[in-house]
């Protein structure tokens, strides 16, 4: 009593002469290095410094979720985590979100059974932190809940149900978790249903906050590049002073056991897929999590994995699919198979039991190809600011506190024998344990157009109440961030420059070498390979994919086994895809092992063997895949609208993706044209490569140049580019499948490419338009005052070779919502038109762009993707510094003169899909 007397004096003392004191953050606990702290008042702090990162992971993490939600008040944790974005008694209302959307890179929240976190990630600068830090301390003692706010974020909540109950897998657990738990508990989603939720008053959500919403019953994690001293400073002024609270007890889960549970089969039928899962749960046990873990690859796994040998390679199914869930009341492993309607789907569901439950004992080799996987997993997660704040904000949660259980199962997953291993399998992966789930297609009878009765919602906003907007920052302070950035990008983009080898091997092959240390201490390759012209490649479109997908699948001298286990040795990858006329090929190892692997990829590269029965597989699974319907709404806006647009003929590479005509392809396809396509097309004379990492630039030069450097072909080459085409503005409502919502897309072509005087001004214009989901133009019409949406997206595509381009918008609506939909957006496009944007827009978005920009230039890893585009079009990263240059310069008149020049609607090309609307012909 005395010594806490005594720090109280000292901290009046201090308060007298105008320094507020609390006691210093106190050491709990250090590993890995990784430290946690606390306060007196409980409030615990995990820190994760990584100097080579170029962010700050923030996760403020409350230990209360959906369970603790009050009786027939389901839904009331997730609102309130909602509304805890608008304002607090200092930050009041929207100004809230808008120094977010200033400080932060990403801002987002999420609500789940156990907990409510509030994540940010911000620059590595100091300014930034600390004001992240203030705002969470202000969230989490000085929230102001307004009523006038909650009928539009129950309608936003509900939205955001819709579209989560729109997904055919969501729908299934759910079902499931009801079978299990009842209307309680787990049975319960954490976003609640709109009755429970319209009943919620205000002093229960008053209530919910003050019970829980404490520095005791919370932990704020940050991972990344800080000032550990200034950090903890930072969080003493800010938290030190917000009072502990009695907590209420935690809702607690009976312990499950599964096989007391009736209801064990399951089936829904909504969208255009075929699947089957095996769902294996049973109440927690920690003792056996260690195997669980390592389930999923050692029956998935290519191509050793004993599920996908079973099923996949014997074309039963598809493909085979499996997870974990090792949460804090129950153990889950989910194994599943894809197929299509030619299979026999009585012939999967005993493969898929039998497969698992009667599955042959995995050996030494399988065992320890899954634990090295598994240890280039943790290693990659240990390298990303964002990957260690996740899995700690993860584990604080579902281990009470004790984040560093995280290394104590890595550690059992490494010491786990084969015996242990498959006795747990053995004893877990059993009918008592299994519920099963069949998904299938929505019923022809549930296709057909509804009639849609008249809507008696009003088109106002769903918040009648005027609020007047508090002001944004001033202008001249964007100005100086906007400054600042540019400065810090020339810096930067001078610097990496320097260290870049630019060349030409005697083939005609581009090459850029750039020795650098990345933060993950990988090196990095990238092989652009490009040939043909449309007319030598004309209806070999399905012939490039194959041909890519087998590239790196076997070569006269390395199985696929070989290569995957030489890839998991390597601590990488290696993957070929088709990219136009041409594929690109990435390859990545650890630093020490790169040069052996990237010379045993170019050896599988330069002799495929393009085996027939990886062809027929490939072949089978494709034709499988697209023997389906394709009436889900996303899909017939997509297909819908690329049918409006074309203006190339069925075969050319750049003509639209048709599933029927990709079916006519590979139906007809042979593997002898897999072969004469790679003869006769593969070569490196128009080919670039970028290497990025730690290595001997004189060594790989004299690599390229004698692997690569006299691979040249004799056929013409060219590059494809699509021309500008200008529309006349049409609205169609195409008739999709009964889902919960609809799609809306919407594209406005524009005489533009990426080089063209235009394009920053285009670029600012599209940041206002739509970057955030919260206060963009349309964040605000769509999503915060109609409530029509949950997520949305507007997106400027400029072609790098000519003048075309393209602003996009999509949003995903509430069906039967098409017209409003439609109807704000020509509002929010008009008001642009008539009035522009503010100054304050645009030395926000000014800001927010170069941020972005630097933040890109300070991991070199980004850079590396650069760098094939610039070599593509012969610049380098000083002309990247002319841009930033051009941003900087930009005016309200800049901006407002390429809204009236692009920006008409009488070009603007729309189409929503939902069960409301017309059968449109293929």
């Not at 508990?185 to 919910?208: V, W, Y």
């Not at 004698?706 to 072909?713: D, F, I, T």
Request: hydrophobic residues 35%; proline residues 3%.
């Amino acid at each position: 009593m005395l010594m806490r007397l005594k720090k109280l004096t000292l901290s009046l003392c201090l308060m007298g002469v105008g320094i507020a004191a609390f006691a210093q953050p106190v050491l709990v606990k250090s590993e890995h290095n990784i430290e946690e702290y606390t306060l007196e008042n409980g409030f615990r702090i995990l820190l994760a410094p990584n100097e080579k990162e170029n962010k700050v992971f923030v996760n403020t993490v409350y230990f209360t979720g959906s369970l603790n939600d009050p009786k027939g008040k389901g839904g009331l944790a997730h609102l309130l985590e909602h509304l805890a974005f608008k304002g607090t008694k200092n930050v009041q209302g929207e100004e809230f979100q808008r120094r977010l959307d200033r400080y932060t890179l990403m801002t987002n929240a999420s609500t789940d059974y156990y907990s409510t976190k509030y994540t940010n990630i911000v620059r590595p600068e100091a300014n930034a932190l600390n004001e992240i830090i203030y705002l969470e301390a202000e969230r989490m003692d000085q929230l102001v809940l307004q009523e006038k706010y909650v009928p539009s974020e129950i309608n936003i909540v509900m939205r955001e149900r819709e579209v989560r109950m729109d997904q055919p897998f969501a729908v299934l657990m759910d079902q499931m978790w009801k079978a299990a738990y009842g209307n309680q508990f787990l049975g319960r989603l954490p976003i609640g249903d709109l009755p429970e939720l319209q009943s919620i008053k205000m002093n229960e959500l008053n209530k919910f906050y003050k019970d829980w919403y404490a520095p005791n019953n919370a932990v704020m994690v940050i991972s990344g590049k800080f000032d550990k001293a200034e950090v903890l400073k930072q969080i003493d002024q800010n938290f030190s002073a917000i009072p502990k609270r009695v907590l209420p007890t935690q809702a607690q889960v009976p312990l499950l056991d599964s096989a007391t549970v009736k209801n064990r089969q399951f089936i829904v039928k909504k969208g255009s897929d075929l699947a089957k899962f095996n769902i294996y749960m049973n109440g927690k046990n920690e003792a056996i999590q260690p195997v669980l873990a390592l389930t999923p690859y050692l029956y998935t796994l290519q191509p050793s994995g004993h599920l996908y040998s079973s099923m996949v390679e014997t074309g039963i199914a598809t493909n085979v699919q499996s997870t974990t869930w090792l949460d804090d009341d129950f153990n889950l492993i989910l194994m599943g198979a894809i197929y299509a309607p030619t299979h026999d789907a009585k012939r999967i569901d005993q493969a898929l039991i039998s497969g698992v439950e009667q599955n042959p004992a995995f050996n030494e080799v399988e065992l320890k190809r899954v634990k090295n996987l598994l240890k280039n997993a943790q290693d990659n997660l240990l390298s990303s600011a964002s990957a260690v704040g996740s899995m700690l904000s993860d584990y604080v949660v579902s281990s009470h506190g004790d984040w560093t259980q995280y290394f104590k199962d890595q550690q059992k997953i490494q010491a786990l024998t084969v015996a242990e291993t498959n006795q747990t399998l053995k004893t877990f992966l059993t009918s008592p344990h299994r519920f099963s789930g069949d998904i299938q297609p929505t019923p022809e009878d549930q296709k057909k157009a509804l009639e849609q009765k008249q809507s008696t919602e009003s088109n106002k906003t769903l918040d009648q109440q005027t609020i007047a907007e508090e002001s944004l920052k001033s202008a001249d302070e964007y100005k100086k961030e906007v400054a600042q950035y540019v400065d810090v990008s020339k810096h930067l983009l001078q610097k990496s420059e320097q260290k870049i080898q630019r060349g030409q091997l005697k083939n005609g092959m581009q090459y850029a070498l750039f020795p650098t240390t990345t933060r993950d201490d990988k090196t990095y390759a990238t092989l652009n390979v490009e040939f043909g012209t449309a007319q030598s490649l004309f209806n070999k479109d399905e012939i490039i994919e194959f041909t890519s997908y087998l590239l790196l699948r076997a070569s006269d001298q390395y199985s696929l086994q070989d290569i995957a286990d030489k890839t998991i040795e390597a601590g990488g990858s290696a993957s070929a895809v088709a990219n136009g006329n041409g594929m690109q090929i990435q390859i990545s190892a650890k630093k020490d092992k790169f040069d052996d692997f990237f010379q045993y990829i170019l050896a599988v590269m330069k002799k495929p063997k393009f085996e027939q029965s990886q062809f027929d597989l490939i072949k089978l699974q494709s034709l499988a895949t697209l023997d389906r319907p394709y009436t889900e709404p996303e899909t017939v806006a997509a297909l819908t609208i690329s049918r409006l647009l074309e203006t190339y003929q069925a075969g050319d590479l750049r003509y639209h993706y048709e599933p029927e005509l990709a079916k006519q392809q590979i139906k007809s396809m042979t593997n002898q044209q897999v072969k004469d396509l790679y003869q006769k097309f593969f070569a490196m004379d128009h080919a670039q490569i970028v290497i990025t990492g730690q290595y001997d630039a004189k060594h790989i030069q004299k690599l390229l140049q004698s692997q690569l450097g006299n691979w040249k072909s004799k056929e013409k080459y060219e590059r494809l580019s699509s021309d500008f085409e200008a529309y006349k503005a049409q609205k169609v409502h195409a008739l999709s499948e009964q889902r919960e919502f609809g799609n809306y897309q919407s594209i406005l072509t524009i005489p533009v490419g990426a080089y063209h005087v235009d394009a920053p001004a285009l670029i600012v214009l599209d940041n206002i338009l739509g970057d955030s989901q919260l206060s963009s133009r349309l964040g605000k019409e769509l999503r915060e005052k109609n409530a029509l949406v949950y997520g949305f997206g507007s997106q400027l595509d400029l072609d790098d070779v000519v003048e075309s381009g393209a602003i996009k918008i999509e949003a995903n609506y509430t069906a039967g919502k098409s017209a409003q939909v439609s109807q704000v957006i020509h509002q929010v496009l008009t008001e642009l038109l008539s009035n522009g944007i503010t100054e304050q827009e645009l030395e926000a978005a000014k800001a927010r762009i170069m941020k972005k920009r630097v933040t890109s230039l300070e991991d070199d890893r980004i850079i590396h993707r650069m760098l094939v585009s610039q070599m593509q079009n012969k610049r380098n990263l000083l002309d990247r510094a002319q841009r930033d240059q051009e941003f900087a310069k930009l005016t309200k008149a800049d901006v407002d003169a390429v809204i009236k020049k692009y920006i008409d609607l009488n070009q603007l090309v729309e189409v929503m899909a939902d069960q409301y609307g017309t059968a449109q012909k293929p």
